[in-house]
């Protein structure tokens, strides 16, 4: 158990490594994080830059909108639940964000060939270990340490696009609730939780399928529609909580390798329907395979980020990590109820410049890695760059190369650039692209 924990706010920094990128390959030693040395291999693709973001915890720090939506879901959580005075969960707020690939996928049942392995969207320490990409990837050890009602809350790594809703980095709370045959039918003694032709005692002697979208074959349908119900009123009474209670909603059927069935929670917010979490049964096999043969359980991740731009009116994710005053004051010493409406301290102009290069020749609009492109713009130009949009891509008809061209849009949160030191980033910006993908700037 105590391997999980790290200690808060520790330092970590990446040496002696140059990172490299899969288009362009780069002989690298280890990587450095924190006062650890992994090996690295050709899976390496964490970044520099994506390093110096572990250890911030934006979810623990005061004043921070996300630390006040953590407390206020903590909050819900232990005042709904108790057992006998007692919070029912217990929470885990400061596990340690590097976690092997058995944690995040084979425990939870992903398949070796599901794309959200893939090497473009995660961030890989190496072939076995990587930036967990969800909470979920501690869900089977907290269960095997005997746990059965808990949330986990933390720095979560994913490779996407560059805008004003994503970031690399992001928080999510996750959760698991358990219940024993006593617990769930407390009043109807004569209810299982288990079909008959399943023996839970030898819960790996049965194939549990998940044909049938109501439910596992191995749960009977009473506590399986007991447990969505159940699932659905505490995860709809805290976004009542959150939002207020004539918030618009809607579930959505989901599919999630971990649960079934599975669903999303989507809120409707500024004329949009905003997906907010996603939750479901949790899989038999993986509460058998951590030993709690004897219950059914539900399962939720949501994504604070989104809750907390939603509730504030933050514009722009990369104000999370903002250390300015003018920022971090709008949410100080306030009641965590206080309705908070975020005020712009003031809206920077945007410098926009355009890149364009020509492939390799061995390479395709198509398998040019695009995160790997964007990692790289991220790396160089730092949090000043806004968006990365594909502007146009066109193929040579005589050479047959392929060319793309991009614009990247730059500003600064807390004052003016200048075209002269945008530019000047932007030249770096092309070279660092020329030199690890060894492409022709057009
Ligand atoms: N881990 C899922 C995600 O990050 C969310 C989830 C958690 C879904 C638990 C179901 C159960 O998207």
């Not at 032709?197 to 007991?226: R, V, W, Y």
């Not at 119900?229 to 909603?249: E, P």
């Not at 939720?300 to 989104?306: I, S």
């Not at 908070?340 to 398998?367: A, E, G, H, M, R």
């Amino acid at each position: 158990m105590t391997k999980l924990f790290l200690k808060p706010n520790r330092i970590y920094s990446i040496v002696l490594s140059k990172h490299k990128y899969s288009t362009a390959p780069k002989s690298v030693a280890t990587v450095r994080i924190g006062d650890k040395d992994y090996p690295s291999d050709e899976y390496t693709n964490v970044t520099p830059k994506i390093i110096s973001y572990l250890g911030r915890n934006l979810h623990l720090q005061r004043n921070n909108p996300l630390s006040i939506v953590r407390q206020r879901i903590v909050n819900y959580f232990y005042s709904s639940f108790t057992h006998r005075g007692n919070p029912t969960f217990s929470v885990y707020d400061n596990l340690s964000p590097i976690v092997t690939t058995k944690q995040n996928f084979d425990d939870l049942l992903i398949p070796a060939d599901h794309p959200s392995r893939a090497k473009s969207d995660c961030y890989y320490v190496n072939k076995d270990m990587l930036l967990r990409a969800h909470m979920t990837a501690h869900q089977s050890e907290l269960l095997k340490s005997g746990l059965d009602n808990f949330l986990m809350i933390g720095d979560v790594y994913r490779r996407d696009e560059i805008d004003s809703t994503h970031f690399p980095i992001f928080h999510q709370v996750d959760a698991v609730r358990s219940q024993r045959k006593d617990e769930l039918f407390h009043d109807k003694p004569d209810l299982e939780i288990f079909e008959p032709i399943f023996d839970p005692k030898n819960p790996h002697g049965f194939i549990n399928s998940i044909n049938d979208p109501m439910k596992q074959s191995c749960h009977t349908l009473e506590a399986t529609k007991l447990m969505e119900m159940q699932l659905k009123n505490h995860l709809l009474g805290l976004v009542k909580v959150l939002f207020g209670k004539d918030i618009k909603h809607r579930w959505v059927d989901e599919y999630f390798p971990f649960t079934h069935p599975s669903w999303e929670l989507e809120i409707y917010y500024e004329n949009k329907w905003m997906e907010i979490l996603g939750c479901g049964i949790v899989r038999n096999e993986i509460l058998a395979n951590a030993g709690s043969t004897n219950t059914i359980a539900y399962a939720f991740g949501l994504g604070l980020e989104r809750l907390a731009m939603a509730l504030y009116k933050i514009p722009d994710i990369r104000l999370m990590w903002s250390t300015d005053s003018g920022f971090l004051s709008q949410f100080e010493n306030k009641d965590i109820n206080a309705k908070i409406t975020y005020k712009p301290v003031s809206v920077f102009p945007q410098c926009v410049n355009d890149i364009s290069f020509w492939l390799p020749p061995n390479y395709t609009i198509d398998t040019f890695v695009s995160n790997d492109f964007y990692d790289l713009v991220r790396d160089v130009g730092g949090d000043i760059i806004e968006q990365v949009r594909l502007k146009d891509k066109f193929v040579h008809p005589k050479s047959k190369k392929h060319s793309l061209c991009y614009s990247i849009i730059y500003r600064h949160l807390e004052r003016t650039l200048t075209q002269v030191e945008v530019n000047e980033i932007h030249k770096q910006i092309e070279k660092a692209v020329v030199d690890n993908f060894n492409v022709t700037i057009r």
